[in-house]
Protein backbone atom coordinates (compact mmCIF):
# COMPACT_ATOMS: atom_id res chain seq x y z
CA UNK A 1 0.00 0.00 0.00
CA UNK A 2 1.52 3.53 -0.98
CA UNK A 3 1.72 5.79 1.92
CA UNK A 4 -0.50 9.13 2.13
CA UNK A 5 1.43 12.42 1.46
CA UNK A 6 -0.64 15.40 3.36
CA UNK A 7 0.77 18.72 1.86
CA UNK A 8 1.07 20.99 5.01
CA UNK A 9 -0.15 24.64 3.04
CA UNK A 10 -1.95 26.85 5.43
CA UNK A 11 -4.04 28.39 2.81
CA UNK A 12 -4.67 30.96 5.20
CA UNK A 13 -1.12 32.89 4.92
CA UNK A 14 -1.78 33.26 1.08
CA UNK A 15 -2.04 36.54 0.03
CA UNK A 16 -5.63 37.56 -0.66
CA UNK A 17 -6.63 39.57 -3.43
CA UNK A 18 -6.70 43.66 -2.49
CA UNK A 19 -10.52 45.02 -3.27
CA UNK A 20 -10.20 47.96 -5.21
CA UNK A 21 -10.75 50.91 -3.98
CA UNK A 22 -13.17 53.36 -6.19
CA UNK A 23 -12.36 56.98 -6.31
CA UNK A 24 -15.59 57.27 -7.93
CA UNK A 25 -18.69 59.64 -6.41
CA UNK A 26 -20.76 56.33 -5.00
CA UNK A 27 -24.96 56.41 -4.91
CA UNK A 28 -26.64 56.06 -1.57
CA UNK A 29 -27.18 52.68 -0.55
CA UNK A 30 -29.43 50.94 -2.83
CA UNK A 31 -31.38 47.75 -3.97
CA UNK A 32 -29.27 46.41 -6.50
CA UNK A 33 -30.73 42.67 -6.13
CA UNK A 34 -29.93 41.37 -10.03
CA UNK A 35 -25.90 41.67 -9.97
CA UNK A 36 -24.92 39.31 -11.80
CA UNK A 37 -21.61 37.54 -12.36
CA UNK A 38 -19.69 36.89 -16.05
CA UNK A 39 -21.78 33.38 -16.17
CA UNK A 40 -24.83 35.59 -15.92
CA UNK A 41 -25.25 33.71 -11.91
CA UNK A 42 -26.86 35.69 -9.76
CA UNK A 43 -25.50 35.89 -5.71
CA UNK A 44 -28.22 34.47 -3.35
CA UNK A 45 -26.56 32.40 -0.89
CA UNK A 46 -23.96 33.77 1.58
CA UNK A 47 -22.26 30.78 3.60
CA UNK A 48 -20.60 32.58 6.49
CA UNK A 49 -17.59 30.69 8.78
CA UNK A 50 -17.75 31.95 12.31
CA UNK A 51 -15.00 29.71 13.45
CA UNK A 52 -11.73 27.82 12.04
CA UNK A 53 -11.81 25.39 15.03
CA UNK A 54 -13.84 21.90 14.97
CA UNK A 55 -14.02 19.56 18.28
CA UNK A 56 -13.62 17.02 15.13
CA UNK A 57 -10.95 15.50 13.49
CA UNK A 58 -12.59 14.05 10.20
CA UNK A 59 -10.24 12.65 7.18
CA UNK A 60 -12.05 14.34 4.73
CA UNK A 61 -11.83 18.13 6.35
CA UNK A 62 -9.28 18.18 9.13
CA UNK A 63 -6.93 15.12 9.49
CA UNK A 64 -5.02 14.97 12.63
CA UNK A 65 -1.95 14.75 10.58
CA UNK A 66 -2.18 17.99 10.20
CA UNK A 67 -4.85 20.05 12.74
CA UNK A 68 -2.45 18.07 15.97
CA UNK A 69 -2.13 19.73 18.89
CA UNK A 70 0.44 22.03 17.55
CA UNK A 71 -1.45 23.46 14.92
CA UNK A 72 -1.96 27.16 15.19
CA UNK A 73 -5.82 28.73 14.67
CA UNK A 74 -6.44 32.15 14.18
CA UNK A 75 -6.15 34.74 17.25
CA UNK A 76 -9.56 35.92 18.32
CA UNK A 77 -8.61 39.69 16.99
CA UNK A 78 -8.60 37.96 13.59
CA UNK A 79 -12.03 36.90 13.82
CA UNK A 80 -14.74 39.45 11.88
CA UNK A 81 -16.96 40.11 15.59
CA UNK A 82 -20.80 39.76 15.02
CA UNK A 83 -21.29 43.01 14.45
CA UNK A 84 -19.31 43.03 11.18
CA UNK A 85 -20.47 39.82 10.11
CA UNK A 86 -23.61 41.31 10.15
CA UNK A 87 -22.88 44.68 8.74
CA UNK A 88 -21.24 42.31 5.96
CA UNK A 89 -24.65 40.23 5.95
CA UNK A 90 -27.00 43.47 5.46
CA UNK A 91 -24.79 44.88 2.27
CA UNK A 92 -25.18 41.22 0.64
CA UNK A 93 -28.74 40.96 1.32
CA UNK A 94 -29.34 44.48 -0.45
CA UNK A 95 -27.47 42.67 -3.51
CA UNK A 96 -29.90 39.76 -3.97
CA UNK A 97 -28.98 37.07 -1.15
CA UNK A 98 -31.74 35.56 0.58
CA UNK A 99 -30.03 32.89 2.49
CA UNK A 100 -27.10 32.40 4.89
CA UNK A 101 -25.66 29.54 6.43
CA UNK A 102 -23.42 29.64 9.19
CA UNK A 103 -20.72 26.93 9.32
CA UNK A 104 -17.28 26.48 10.23
CA UNK A 105 -15.05 24.44 11.55
CA UNK A 106 -17.99 23.48 14.11
CA UNK A 107 -20.03 26.76 14.68
CA UNK A 108 -21.25 26.42 17.49
CA UNK A 109 -18.09 26.65 19.15
CA UNK A 110 -18.18 29.81 18.84
CA UNK A 111 -18.89 31.56 22.11
CA UNK A 112 -22.38 33.27 22.17
CA UNK A 113 -22.97 32.12 18.45
CA UNK A 114 -26.70 33.05 19.33
CA UNK A 115 -25.73 36.67 19.72
CA UNK A 116 -24.80 36.88 15.91
CA UNK A 117 -27.56 34.29 14.74
CA UNK A 118 -30.58 37.04 17.13
CA UNK A 119 -28.37 39.89 14.66
CA UNK A 120 -28.40 38.23 11.44
CA UNK A 121 -32.25 36.77 12.43
CA UNK A 122 -33.33 40.69 12.32
CA UNK A 123 -32.30 41.38 8.84
CA UNK A 124 -34.82 41.72 6.14
CA UNK A 125 -34.57 41.57 2.00
CA UNK A 126 -35.51 44.78 0.32
CA UNK A 127 -39.36 43.65 -0.29
CA UNK A 128 -39.61 43.25 3.94
CA UNK A 129 -39.31 39.25 3.66
CA UNK A 130 -37.03 37.55 6.60
CA UNK A 131 -33.79 35.57 5.42
CA UNK A 132 -33.33 31.76 4.79
CA UNK A 133 -31.19 31.42 8.19
CA UNK A 134 -29.65 27.84 8.81
CA UNK A 135 -26.60 26.61 10.13
CA UNK A 136 -24.18 23.97 9.56
CA UNK A 137 -22.89 21.68 12.67
CA UNK A 138 -21.31 18.25 13.38
CA UNK A 139 -24.14 17.67 16.19
CA UNK A 140 -22.02 17.52 18.97
CA UNK A 141 -23.06 19.96 20.89
CA UNK A 142 -26.87 20.81 19.24
CA UNK A 143 -28.90 18.43 22.29
CA UNK A 144 -27.15 21.35 24.52
CA UNK A 145 -27.80 24.38 22.05
CA UNK A 146 -31.03 23.10 20.31
CA UNK A 147 -33.49 25.68 22.21
CA UNK A 148 -31.15 28.55 22.50
CA UNK A 149 -30.69 28.54 18.67
CA UNK A 150 -34.68 28.65 17.70
CA UNK A 151 -35.36 30.99 20.56
CA UNK A 152 -31.89 33.30 18.94
CA UNK A 153 -34.04 32.90 15.49
CA UNK A 154 -32.22 30.07 13.46
CA UNK A 155 -34.97 28.79 11.66
CA UNK A 156 -33.14 25.58 10.02
CA UNK A 157 -30.28 23.04 10.86
CA UNK A 158 -27.77 21.00 8.79
CA UNK A 159 -26.00 17.84 11.12
CA UNK A 160 -23.27 15.97 9.41
CA UNK A 161 -23.55 12.19 10.37
CA UNK A 162 -21.17 9.80 8.14
CA UNK A 163 -22.79 6.78 9.91
CA UNK A 164 -24.85 4.49 12.13
CA UNK A 165 -22.18 2.07 12.92
CA UNK A 166 -20.44 3.81 16.25
CA UNK A 167 -17.35 2.12 15.34
CA UNK A 168 -17.36 3.81 11.74
CA UNK A 169 -18.82 6.78 12.72
CA UNK A 170 -15.70 7.34 15.62
CA UNK A 171 -12.94 6.25 12.80
CA UNK A 172 -14.79 9.41 10.93
CA UNK A 173 -14.92 11.80 13.28
CA UNK A 174 -11.22 10.31 14.73
CA UNK A 175 -12.12 11.38 18.19
CA UNK A 176 -13.61 8.74 19.52
CA UNK A 177 -17.01 10.72 19.70
CA UNK A 178 -20.16 8.71 20.20
CA UNK A 179 -23.07 8.66 17.52
CA UNK A 180 -25.57 8.34 20.16
CA UNK A 181 -25.05 12.21 21.33
CA UNK A 182 -25.80 13.12 17.69
CA UNK A 183 -28.45 11.57 17.16
CA UNK A 184 -30.00 12.83 20.71
CA UNK A 185 -29.04 16.41 19.32
CA UNK A 186 -30.94 15.41 16.04
CA UNK A 187 -33.89 14.36 18.26
CA UNK A 188 -33.50 17.85 20.44
CA UNK A 189 -33.70 19.86 17.04
CA UNK A 190 -36.37 18.37 15.49
CA UNK A 191 -38.75 18.96 19.05
CA UNK A 192 -37.76 22.56 19.27
CA UNK A 193 -38.81 22.99 15.72
CA UNK A 194 -35.46 24.00 13.84
CA UNK A 195 -36.83 22.36 10.49
CA UNK A 196 -37.04 20.89 8.15
CA UNK A 197 -33.62 19.20 9.20
CA UNK A 198 -31.18 17.92 6.53
CA UNK A 199 -28.33 15.12 7.14
CA UNK A 200 -25.22 14.95 4.95
CA UNK A 201 -23.12 12.29 4.97
CA UNK A 202 -19.85 12.62 3.07
CA UNK A 203 -19.72 9.15 1.47
CA UNK A 204 -16.29 6.95 0.90
CA UNK A 205 -15.66 4.26 -0.44
CA UNK A 206 -14.35 1.48 1.54
CA UNK A 207 -14.68 3.89 4.45
CA UNK A 208 -18.43 4.08 5.59
CA UNK A 209 -19.87 2.99 2.31
CA UNK A 210 -22.13 0.13 4.04
CA UNK A 211 -23.55 2.68 6.20
CA UNK A 212 -25.75 3.91 2.92
CA UNK A 213 -28.59 1.47 3.41
CA UNK A 214 -28.34 1.56 7.44
CA UNK A 215 -28.76 5.66 7.54
CA UNK A 216 -31.59 5.14 4.89
CA UNK A 217 -33.67 3.38 6.72
CA UNK A 218 -33.30 4.99 10.01
CA UNK A 219 -34.04 8.44 8.75
CA UNK A 220 -37.15 6.65 6.40
CA UNK A 221 -40.21 8.50 7.36
CA UNK A 222 -38.12 10.80 10.27
CA UNK A 223 -39.38 13.81 8.84
CA UNK A 224 -35.10 14.47 8.03
CA UNK A 225 -33.90 14.74 4.81
CA UNK A 226 -30.98 12.56 4.50
CA UNK A 227 -28.26 13.78 1.58
CA UNK A 228 -25.35 11.62 0.21
CA UNK A 229 -22.67 13.83 -0.59
CA UNK A 230 -19.67 12.74 -3.23
CA UNK A 231 -16.28 12.97 -1.43
CA UNK A 232 -14.54 15.93 -2.34
CA UNK A 233 -11.45 17.35 -3.32
CA UNK A 234 -11.74 20.82 -0.93
CA UNK A 235 -8.64 21.94 -0.14
CA UNK A 236 -5.12 20.19 -0.31
CA UNK A 237 -4.70 18.38 3.55
CA UNK A 238 -7.53 15.74 2.30
CA UNK A 239 -5.53 13.04 0.56
CA UNK A 240 -8.11 13.35 -1.54
CA UNK A 241 -8.49 10.19 -4.45
CA UNK A 242 -10.51 9.90 -7.20
CA UNK A 243 -10.72 5.95 -6.33
CA UNK A 244 -12.47 6.98 -2.95
CA UNK A 245 -15.22 8.47 -4.62
CA UNK A 246 -18.58 6.36 -4.56
CA UNK A 247 -20.88 8.50 -7.60
CA UNK A 248 -23.91 9.06 -6.56
CA UNK A 249 -25.88 7.57 -9.27
CA UNK A 250 -23.75 4.16 -7.68
CA UNK A 251 -25.61 5.15 -4.48
CA UNK A 252 -29.03 6.13 -6.02
CA UNK A 253 -28.64 2.06 -7.35
CA UNK A 254 -27.48 0.61 -3.99
CA UNK A 255 -30.84 2.34 -2.62
CA UNK A 256 -33.10 0.92 -4.68
CA UNK A 257 -32.39 -2.31 -4.69
CA UNK A 258 -34.09 -2.45 -1.16
CA UNK A 259 -35.71 0.97 -0.93
CA UNK A 260 -37.64 2.53 -4.42
CA UNK A 261 -36.76 5.70 -5.06
CA UNK A 262 -38.36 8.33 -7.66
CA UNK A 263 -37.02 11.27 -9.02
CA UNK A 264 -38.30 14.99 -7.58
CA UNK A 265 -37.98 18.76 -9.10
CA UNK A 266 -35.53 20.95 -7.67
CA UNK A 267 -36.56 22.83 -4.99
CA UNK A 268 -34.83 25.89 -6.05
CA UNK A 269 -33.33 27.44 -8.27
CA UNK A 270 -28.78 26.74 -7.46
CA UNK A 271 -30.31 23.48 -5.39
CA UNK A 272 -26.96 21.49 -5.35
CA UNK A 273 -28.89 18.14 -4.56
CA UNK A 274 -30.92 16.05 -6.50
CA UNK A 275 -34.07 15.01 -5.05
CA UNK A 276 -35.18 11.45 -4.69
CA UNK A 277 -38.75 10.81 -2.76
CA UNK A 278 -39.42 7.09 -1.48
CA UNK A 279 -42.18 5.14 -3.45
CA UNK A 280 -45.21 4.03 -2.55
CA UNK A 281 -47.07 0.89 -4.26
CA UNK A 282 -48.14 2.61 -7.00
CA UNK A 283 -44.88 4.32 -7.50
CA UNK A 284 -45.83 7.89 -6.38
CA UNK A 285 -43.97 9.83 -3.99
CA UNK A 286 -45.19 8.81 -0.57
CA UNK A 287 -44.83 11.78 1.40
CA UNK A 288 -44.93 10.35 4.85
CA UNK A 289 -41.73 8.01 4.38
CA UNK A 290 -40.00 11.38 2.73
CA UNK A 291 -36.92 11.82 0.80
CA UNK A 292 -33.13 11.76 -0.05
CA UNK A 293 -31.33 14.18 -2.08
CA UNK A 294 -27.46 13.11 -3.49
CA UNK A 295 -24.99 15.78 -3.98
CA UNK A 296 -22.45 15.18 -7.10
CA UNK A 297 -20.02 17.92 -6.56
CA UNK A 298 -17.21 15.30 -8.78
CA UNK A 299 -19.05 13.32 -10.88
CA UNK A 300 -21.68 15.90 -12.25
CA UNK A 301 -20.84 19.59 -11.92
CA UNK A 302 -23.46 22.08 -10.65
CA UNK A 303 -21.42 25.10 -11.54
CA UNK A 304 -23.93 26.84 -14.02
CA UNK A 305 -26.68 27.79 -11.56
CA UNK A 306 -24.06 28.21 -8.64
CA UNK A 307 -25.32 31.25 -6.91
CA UNK A 308 -23.52 31.12 -3.41
CA UNK A 309 -20.37 33.17 -2.06
CA UNK A 310 -18.60 32.45 0.98
CA UNK A 311 -17.16 34.98 3.46
CA UNK A 312 -14.13 32.89 5.71
CA UNK A 313 -14.00 33.73 9.76
CA UNK A 314 -11.48 37.08 8.95
CA UNK A 315 -13.25 38.24 6.30
CA UNK A 316 -11.97 36.94 3.10
CA UNK A 317 -15.05 36.83 0.13
CA UNK A 318 -14.41 33.69 -1.64
CA UNK A 319 -16.18 33.06 -4.85
CA UNK A 320 -15.59 29.07 -5.00
CA UNK A 321 -15.65 26.43 -2.74
CA UNK A 322 -12.78 25.65 -4.56
CA UNK A 323 -11.47 28.51 -4.72
CA UNK A 324 -7.33 29.27 -4.29
CA UNK A 325 -7.67 32.88 -3.18
CA UNK A 326 -9.85 35.40 -1.57
CA UNK A 327 -10.68 38.95 -1.32
CA UNK A 328 -10.23 41.39 1.69
CA UNK A 329 -13.19 42.63 2.80
CA UNK A 330 -12.13 42.98 6.45
CA UNK A 331 -10.16 45.69 5.66
CA UNK A 332 -12.66 47.71 4.07
CA UNK A 333 -14.82 47.67 7.29
CA UNK A 334 -11.29 48.08 9.72
CA UNK A 335 -10.35 51.26 8.01
CA UNK A 336 -13.47 53.16 7.91
CA UNK A 337 -14.92 52.19 4.14
CA UNK A 338 -18.47 53.45 3.66
CA UNK A 339 -21.33 51.06 3.45
CA UNK A 340 -21.61 52.23 0.04
CA UNK A 341 -18.17 51.71 -1.05
CA UNK A 342 -18.53 48.41 0.59
CA UNK A 343 -21.46 47.42 -1.16
CA UNK A 344 -19.97 48.32 -4.93
CA UNK A 345 -17.26 46.45 -4.14
CA UNK A 346 -18.77 43.43 -3.11
CA UNK A 347 -20.94 44.44 -6.33
CA UNK A 348 -17.58 44.43 -8.67
CA UNK A 349 -16.02 41.33 -7.69
CA UNK A 350 -19.30 39.51 -8.07
CA UNK A 351 -19.38 40.98 -11.15
CA UNK A 352 -15.71 39.59 -12.06
CA UNK A 353 -16.58 36.48 -11.22
CA UNK A 354 -15.95 33.20 -13.53
CA UNK A 355 -15.28 30.40 -11.08
CA UNK A 356 -16.31 26.71 -12.39
CA UNK A 357 -13.94 24.46 -10.92
CA UNK A 358 -15.92 20.94 -10.86
CA UNK A 359 -16.91 21.74 -14.62
CA UNK A 360 -13.03 22.52 -15.34
CA UNK A 361 -12.62 19.34 -12.88
CA UNK A 362 -12.09 16.54 -15.79
CA UNK A 363 -9.42 18.43 -17.66
CA UNK A 364 -7.01 18.09 -14.58
CA UNK A 365 -4.92 14.77 -14.62
CA UNK A 366 -6.91 11.96 -12.29
CA UNK A 367 -6.06 11.71 -8.95
CA UNK A 368 -5.00 8.39 -7.23
CA UNK A 369 -3.15 6.84 -5.15
CA UNK A 370 0.27 7.32 -7.48
CA UNK A 371 -0.95 10.74 -8.64
CA UNK A 372 -2.81 12.75 -5.47
CA UNK A 373 -4.81 15.61 -6.27
CA UNK A 374 -3.04 18.05 -4.61
CA UNK A 375 0.24 17.77 -6.39
CA UNK A 376 -1.71 18.35 -9.81
CA UNK A 377 -4.28 20.75 -8.91
CA UNK A 378 -3.83 24.27 -8.06
CA UNK A 379 -4.13 25.06 -4.25
CA UNK A 380 -7.01 25.29 -3.06
CA UNK A 381 -8.39 26.96 0.37
CA UNK A 382 -9.47 24.30 2.87
CA UNK A 383 -13.23 23.36 3.32
CA UNK A 384 -12.57 23.73 7.50
CA UNK A 385 -11.34 27.74 6.59
CA UNK A 386 -14.26 28.35 4.28
CA UNK A 387 -17.19 25.95 5.45
CA UNK A 388 -19.04 23.41 2.99
Keep these: ?12 HLAPKSVPVLTTALPKLQVLGQVQDRLNRPLRDLRISVTDRCNFRCSYCMPKEVFDSNYTYLPQTALLSFE ?4 LARLFVVQGVRKIRLTGGEPLLRKNIEVL ?3 LAQLRTPDGVPLDLTLTTNGSLLKRKAQALKDAGLQRITVSLDGLDDAVFKRMNDVDFPVADVLEGLEAAQAVG ?4 KVNMVVKRGTNDDQILPMARHFLGSGMV ?3 IEYMDVGATNGWRMDEVLP ?3 VVQHLQTQLPLV ?13 WGYANAQGQHDHALGEIGVISSVTQAFCGDCNRARLSTEGQLYLCLF ?5 DLRSLLRTGASDELIQASISGIWAQRDDRYSQLRSQLPPATSENPAATTAPRRVEMSYIGG
Design 84 to 87: EITR
Design 117 to 119: IEQ
Design 323 to 327: ASQGH
Design 1 to 12: MSERVIPLIDQR
Design 263 to 275: PLEASAAGETAQR
Design 194 to 197: LGPI
Design 248 to 250: SAE
Design 226 to 228: LRF
